[in-house]
């Protein structure tokens, strides 16, 4: 295990990262259980493709 940090800089964004790390962990964890039906990948790409589309004229 890492040791703990002693200044409090470090030990924020070690709590920031732990919170995170949590929050991430649980969000998987909440959309592995989901028993709605998936994105089919050719419609999740073709939203992908979209916001790149639009992103590339600016």
């Given at each position: 295990?890492?040791?703990?940090?002693?200044?409090?800089?470090?030990?924020?964004?070690?709590?920031?990262?732990?919170?995170?790390?949590?929050?991430?962990?649980?969000?998987?964890?909440?959309?592995?259980?989901?028993?709605?039906?998936g994105i089919p990948h050719e419609e999740v790409m073709a939203m992908a493709r979209a916001i790149i589309d639009?992103?590339?004229?600016?």
């Open positions: 295990m890492a040791e703990l940090p002693t200044d409090t800089a470090t030990a924020t964004t070690h709590d920031e990262a732990a919170a995170y790390d949590a929050w991430f962990r649980a969000k998987v964890e909440k959309a592995m259980a989901s028993t709605e039906p639009r992103h590339r004229g600016r």
